[in-house]
C-alpha cells in the first residue's frame, strides 16, 4: 500500500522559471520530512517544465501534473485531486517559507485537536530583495468568519489547512481571476471550526510588478463578489456553523460596504505607489471619518503604497516625489467624499509621520506637510518652510550620531535662535558646548528667547502676528470687561492669633463675615431664644456680640443687656444696629483677660469657645462664667459639633475643639449644672444654671430637633456629613505620595443620549463620590500646583487630588458645582470657548446637544472659587488642523478665558483626549505651562507638566468602582 504523506504541497507554475527554484528548494529544507510536492505546470512556454523535471529525478516526493487552466485556482484544484496528505499547503511558484514552517504549523496542530487550519505571519520581499516588517492578523484566531468576511487576512501559502474540509468545499473558485484564496477561506471558516495561529513570520511572499494583486480594477470587480457572498448566505457550504449560516454581522456600522471601502482604499494607495489612478474616491465613501479611525486608515493606505511602489518602509519617504503627489490627491479627495477636511487632513499628517518614523533622514524629506530634516545639533542653521509644510519632523545630529528627535509644528521660517532654544529643550548643554565654541553656543542661547520674534516671516513672528489677531478679536468681543466681585470668604474656625485683638479686628474688616441674617443663622438665633429661662431675667451679658444681630432679638427678653464683642470694629457695628434700643449697653471686653461684670441673670456665649487656646483655657474661663453669674443665674452655649471631639459623625472640619467637648467641660465645672439641651445634627444650644446652695440638679431635658434651614455653601464646605475615615490634617501631617488622582468628568445630569452614557454622571452620583473624597481627607488643588509640585520634586502632603471637567456644560453650574463647594472642593473647568453659551455641536450625531455655559456663567463660577482652563476654541481633534489653526486656537481660547475670569490661563486640555508630536511644544508658545492629553492613569512627579495624564470617570460605573480606581493611587 503507498505511503499517505502527512503533508501534500500543491505549487501551481506558470513560466516560473526565474523563481521556482528557491520555491522548491525551501520544502528541500524542511525540518519535517513527510510530505508530498505536487507541482503543477500550467501551461509554461519556459524553462519550468525542465526545472520540475529536474526536482522531480532527485526526490520521489516531488510529484508533477499538467494543467491548461491559466489561473492558479484551477491549477490548484488539479493539484488537490490528487493529494493524499491529511494537510494541505499551497505554495505559489514565487514564494517560499522557512525550513521550521512544517514542524511549527504541525506543532501548533497537534496542541488543538479540533482545528480545521493553521497559519503564521509572513513578509514581502521586494523585487530588490528588502524584506518587509512581519504582518499577521490575530482576529483570525479569534472570529475567524467575521474576518475573512470582510478581508483576506492571510498569504496562500502562510497557512496549513485540513484537506478533506477543502475537497468537500469544492476548493478555489475558477471564476474568481483573484481573491480565489480569499474565497476559499471565507467558505471555510463559515464552518465554525477552530484556526490556530503560529506567531512567527514563517511564510515570505515575492512582490512583483507583474503581479495580479496589482490589478486594482480586477482585485475591486473580484472583491466585491467575496464580500458579498460574505454578507449573505453561501449554498457551496452544506454545513455552516449556524452563527454563519445567514453571512457576517453587520454591527458596529462593519457592513459589507465598509469592507469593500477598505478594501478599495488598499488599491487606490497601490495605485498611487505605482503612478497611476484607476479607483474612484467616491468607493471609499463609506470609509469611516472618525478620528479614532484615522490611523488605521493610513496604515491601510501605507501598507497598499509600498506594494503598489514596491518599497520596504524605509525606502518610501526617499520615494515621496515618485508618488506624494497622487497620494495627497487620494487623501485630499477622501476629505472631500466625507465633507470633511479635518479628517483627511488628520490621516494625511498620520500617514507622513509613519514614513518618517522609519526612515534615516539621510537626505531632506518634503512631503505634503511635513519636512523631515538633519539638523546639527552643534551648529544649527536657520530653515525656510517650503510651500505647504505645517511641521518639521527632526534629527538632532551630534558626532554623526542621532542625538534626539523631535516633531513641532511651525507656521514660518525656523531661525538658527529658534532651533538653539528648542535643542535646549532636548539636548543637555554639557553635550553641546565644545571647548572651542562655549562662550559662542552659550552667548546664542541667552539670546536666543528675547530676539526670536524680530522676523515678521520667522516662525515666531507670525505666531506673534496671530496673537495680535486674538487679541483684537477679544477687544471686540461684547463681553463686559468691570472686575469679577470678590468672593465671601469667612475666616476658618481654627485660626488663631498672637493678638487676638488685632485678628478680630482684621476677621471684622469685612462687614458681616458669617452671613448672620441667613435663614441657617436666624433659625439657630430663634433657638437661642425658644432655651431661655422661665420668668423675668434682669441683667443679661452677651459674650461675642459681633455686629448686633443677636442682640437686636435678645434685648426685648430682658431687663437691660451688656452686650460686648472683643472687636472695637464689631462693636461700633453692633452699637449703630441697636441704637434704638434703650435697654443695651456696648461694651469691648476680652472675656478671656479681661474681669466679667457679675450678678448676672443671664450670659449668653455663642459660637466663640472654639477660638480659645486649649482645654485648660476653656477649663479657667468655665469658672469665669460661674462667678459672673447670680446664683440661679443661666448660661447659655451654642456651638457647633465638631469631628476633632467624636470624627464617626456629622461635624465641622475644624482644628479645634467643638460643642461637645464645650458641653462637657461646663458640665464638669463645679456648681455648674446642664438644665436643658436643643441639638441638632450640626449643633447644640444649651442651658446651664448656677446653683445655689440649697440647689438639688435634676436630669437635663434633652431635645433632637431637625435643621429645617438650608444651609448655606459657607457653612457646609466645613462639614462631613456622617462622620470622616480620615482627617486632612491628619492625613497632611503623616502621608506624602509621589503620584495623585487627576479626575476627568464631562457631564452630570440624570438625562441624556444613551450613546453618552459614559461621558454623564448622575448628580446623586456625583454627590456620592465627592462625600467620599470629602470623607476621606481629601483636598483639591489646581494644574497650578500640580505643575509646582513635578517642578520642584516636592512629594505630596496628605491627599491632593485635581477634579477637572471637559466641555464647559451648563449642568456643571447647576449640578456639579453647588455639590464641590459644599464638600469645601472645586475644580477646574475646560472651555470650548467658541461655543460659551451654545451647545455640544460636537455630539449632535448622538442626540440632542447638550447646553454649555454662557460668559456670565463663568465669571460667576471663577468669583465663587472655579478654576478654568482651554478645550480649543472649537472643540475640533488637534491631530486634523493644521499647525496655523492649533495655534490660533490655543491662542484665542486663552485669551478670551483669562477675560472671563480675570486670572491668567496656563492649562489646556485636548479636545477628545487626542493630540500629537505638535501639540506640547506649540502650546506653550501660546503661554500654557500645564496640559491634559490622551494618557491614562495618575499623575507623578516625573510626568511632563505639558502632556499629564487624567483618570476618566465614567457615568456607567458604581461608586465600588470610583473608591477602588482612586484608592489605587494611594497605594
Not at 451647545?839 to 455655559?853: I, Q, V
Request: with cysteine; proline share 5%.
Amino acid at each position: 500500500m503507498a505511503h499517505n504523506p502527512l503533508v501534500s504541497i500543491v505549487v501551481p507554475a506558470h513560466n516560473a522559471e526565474a523563481t521556482l527554484a528557491r520555491a522548491l528548494d525551501c520544502l528541500l529544507d524542511q525540518e519535517i520530512v513527510d510530505w508530498e510536492a505536487i507541482i503543477v505546470d500550467d501551461a509554461s512556454t519556459d524553462r519550468t517544465p525542465t526545472i520540475i523535471a529536474g526536482y522531480v529525478e532527485q526526490d520521489a516526493r516531488f510529484r508533477t501534473l499538467s494543467s491548461c487552466a491559466y489561473s492558479a485556482a484551477g491549477a490548484r484544484n488539479s493539484g488537490i485531486s490528487t493529494a493524499r496528505g491529511r494537510w494541505l499547503m499551497f505554495l505559489d511558484a514565487d514564494d517560499w517559507v522557512d525550513a521550521s514552517f512544517l514542524a511549527k504549523m504541525l506543532a501548533a496542530l497537534k496542541t488543538a485537536p479540533d482545528a480545521v487550519a493553521a497559519y503564521c505571519g509572513s513578509r514581502r520581499v521586494m523585487p530588490d530583495g528588502e524584506l518587509t516588517p512581519s504582518s499577521i492578523s490575530t482576529e483570525v484566531a479569534i472570529q475567524p468568519f467575521e474576518t475573512f468576511a470582510r478581508q483576506c487576512a492571510i498569504r496562500t501559502h502562510a497557512l496549513l489547512v485540513d484537506r478533506e474540509t477543502i475537497v468537500e468545499l469544492g476548493g478555489f473558485d475558477v471564476s474568481l481571476r483573484t481573491c480565489e484564496d480569499w474565497d476559499l477561506w471565507q467558505r471555510l471558516a463559515r464552518l465554525g471550526k477552530n484556526w490556530v495561529m503560529v506567531d512567527e513570520p514563517l511564510a515570505f511572499y515575492r512582490a512583483s510588478p507583474n503581479a495580479l494583486s496589482r490589478n486594482s480594477t480586477q482585485m475591486l470587480a473580484d472583491a466585491e463578489i467575496v464580500i458579498a457572498r460574505g454578507f449573505s448566505a453561501d449554498p457551496r457550504v452544506k454545513h455552516p456553523a449556524s452563527a454563519h449560516a445567514n453571512g457576517a454581522i453587520e454591527a458596529n456600522g462593519r457592513t459589507a460596504s465598509e469592507a469593500l471601502a477598505w478594501f478599495a482604499l488598499w488599491n487606490a494607495a497601490s495605485d498611487c505607489g505605482r503612478g497611476s489612478r484607476s479607483v474612484n474616491p467616491q468607493s471609499l465613501r463609506a470609509l469611516p471619518a472618525g478620528r479614532k479611525w484615522a490611523r488605521e486608515i493610513a496604515k491601510v493606505a501605507f501598507d497598499g503604497l509600498m506594494v503598489g511602489s514596491l518599497s520596504v518602509p524605509a525606502q518610501m519617504a526617499a520615494r515621496w516625489d515618485r508618488f506624494g503627489g497622487s497620494l495627497t490627491e487620494l487623501i485630499t479627495e477622501l476629505g472631500k467624499v466625507w465633507d470633511n477636511p479635518v479628517a483627511g487632513r488628520r490621516v494625511q499628517y498620520h500617514l507622513e509621520q509613519m514614513l518618517l518614523d522609519v526612515d534615516d533622514l539621510a537626505a531632506p524629506r518634503r512631503l505634503a506637510r511635513t519636512l523631515g530634516i538633519r539638523v546639527d545639533a552643534r551648529n544649527p542653521t536657520a530653515i525656510e518652510l517650503p510651500q505647504g509644510i505645517d511641521q518639521i519632523y527632526a534629527y538632532l545630529m551630534m558626532d554623526g550620531q542621532i542625538e534626539a528627535r523631535v516633531q513641532f509644528g511651525v507656521l514660518g521660517k525656523v531661525t538658527r535662535r529658534h532651533w538653539i532654544e528648542l535643542i535646549l529643550n532636548v539636548v543637555p548643554p554639557e553635550r553641546l558646548i565644545r571647548a572651542d565654541k562655549s562662550n559662542m553656543f552659550a552667548g546664542e542661547a541667552l539670546l536666543s528667547i528675547a530676539g526670536r520674534r524680530s522676523d515678521r516671516d520667522s516662525h515666531f513672528g507670525k505666531l506673534a502676528r496671530l496673537a495680535a489677531q486674538a487679541r483684537r478679536l477679544v477687544r471686540s468681543s461684547a463681553e463686559p470687561t468691570e472686575p469679577l466681585a470678590t468672593p465671601r470668604r469667612a475666616p476658618a474656625a481654627d485660626r488663631h492669633d498672637n493678638d487676638r485683638t488685632s485678628f478680630w479686628n482684621r476677621h471684622f474688616a469685612t462687614k458681616d463675615p458669617w452671613n448672620y441674617g441667613s435663614p441657617y443663622e436666624q433659625e439657630k438665633y430663634e433657638r437661642q431664644l425658644e432655651i431661655l429661662p422661665a420668668g423675668p431675667i434682669g441683667r443679661a451679658l452677651e459674650l461675642a456680640c459681633a455686629e448686633g444681630h443677636f442682640t437686636r432679638q435678645l434685648a426685648p427678653r430682658v431687663g437691660h443687656l451688656t452686650a460686648t464683642d472683643i472687636s472695637a470694629v464689631a462693636v461700633e457695628r453692633a452699637r449703630a444696629r441697636c441704637s434704638d434700643l434703650p435697654n443695651v449697653e456696648f461694651g469691648v471686653l476680652d472675656f478671656s483677660a479681661d474681669t466679667l461684670p457679675g450678678e448676672m441673670d443671664l450670659i449668653v456665649c455663642s459660637e466663640v469657645l472654639y477660638y480659645l487656646d486649649d482645654l485648660a483655657e476653656l477649663r479657667r474661663i468655665a469658672k469665669k462664667f460661674i462667678e459672673a453669674l447670680a446664683p440661679g443665674g443661666s448660661f447659655i452655649s451654642a456651638h457647633a459639633f465638631v469631628l476633632g471631639d467624636n470624627v464617626e459623625r456629622t461635624g465641622f472640619d475644624w482644628n479645634t475643639f467643638g460643642a461637645q467637648v464645650i458641653s462637657e467641660t461646663l458640665a464638669g465645672t463645679e456648681g455648674l449644672v446642664l438644665e436643658q439641651s436643643i441639638q441638632t445634627e450640626l449643633y447644640r444650644i444649651d442651658r446651664f444654671r448656677r446653683l445655689s446652695p440649697d440647689d438639688v440638679a435634676t436630669e437635663p431635658m434633652i431635645d433632637h430637633v431637625p435643621i429645617r434651614a438650608p444651609v448655606e455653601i459657607g457653612v457646609a464646605r466645613k462639614i462631613v456629613w456622617g462622620g470622616a475615615r480620615a482627617l486632612r490634617r491628619d492625613v497632611a501631617r503623616s502621608e506624602r505620595r509621589q503620584r495623585i488622582p487627576v479626575l476627568m468628568y464631562h457631564s452630570v445630569s440624570d438625562d441624556g443620549p444613551a450613546a453618552l452614557a459614559r461621558f454623564r454622571l448622575a448628580p446623586a452620583a456625583f454627590d456620592s463620590q465627592m462625600a467620599w473624597l470629602r470623607a476621606n481627607g481629601f483636598h483639591a488643588i489646581m494644574s497650578e500646583q500640580l505643575e509646582w509640585f513635578i517642578a520642584n520634586r516636592q512629594p505630596f502632603a496628605g491627599r491632593p487630588v485635581l477634579i477637572t471637567f471637559d466641555d464647559g456644560f451648563q449642568n456643571f453650574a447647576d449640578h456639579a458645582w453647588p455639590t464641590l463647594r459644599a464638600n469645601d472642593l472645586t475644580a477646574e473647568v475646560f472651555l470650548v470657548t467658541d461655543l460659551v453659551g451654545e451647545s455640544a455641536r460636537w455630539d449632535a450625531y448622538s442626540g440632542p446637544p447638550t447646553p454649555l455655559m454662557d460668559a456670565g456663567t463663568v465669571r460667576r463660577l471663577a468669583a465663587e472659587g472655579a478654576f478654568f482652563g482651554s478645550h480649543l476654541a472649537t472643540h475640533r481633534a488637534i491631530d486634523g488642523l493644521s499647525s496655523s489653526d492649533l495655534a490660533a486656537e490655543l491662542l484665542r481660547s486663552r485669551m478670551f478665558i483669562e477675560r472671563w475670569t480675570g486670572r491668567p490661563t496656563t492649562a489646556f486640555a485636548a479636545p477628545f483626549s487626542v493630540t500629537d508630536r505638535r501639540l506640547g511644544r506649540l502650546a506653550k508658545e501660546c503661554g500654557y505651562r500645564i496640559g491634559f492629553g490622551g494618557r491614562h492613569g495618575p499623575a507623578g512627579l516625573d510626568c511632563d507638566p505639558i502632556d499629564l495624564p487624567r483618570i476618566e470617570i465614567r457615568g456607567d460605573r458604581s461608586l465600588d468602582d470610583f473608591v477602588a480606581t482612586v484608592e489605587a493611587v494611594l497605594e
